[in-house]
């Protein structure tokens, strides 16, 4: 069954997950799949980390923006 995208025409994520692929080089893969593809990630810590950043800064953004509406 082939889903519909979504209103935002933004594909929504359904489901995430990693694979170790190597601790020394550390690489991961990361698998994320959509409503209409799935992505596959190698990664190393300087890729995560700059991920990882990333999305906090995304998160803090929307945690400011719930504290200064109030």
Do not use: C, H, W
Request: charged content about 25%.
């Amino acid at each position: 069954m082939k889903r519909k995208p979504s209103k935002s025409g933004f594909a929504k994520l359904i489901a995430s997950d990693g694979t170790l692929l190597s601790a020394d080089p550390l690489i991961e893969l990361l698998e994320l799949e959509t409503e209409t593809v799935q992505i596959e990630l190698a990664m190393n810590r300087i890729v995560a980390a700059r991920l990882v950043s990333t999305l906090v800064e995304f998160a803090a953004e929307g945690l400011y923006a719930r504290v200064g509406s109030r």
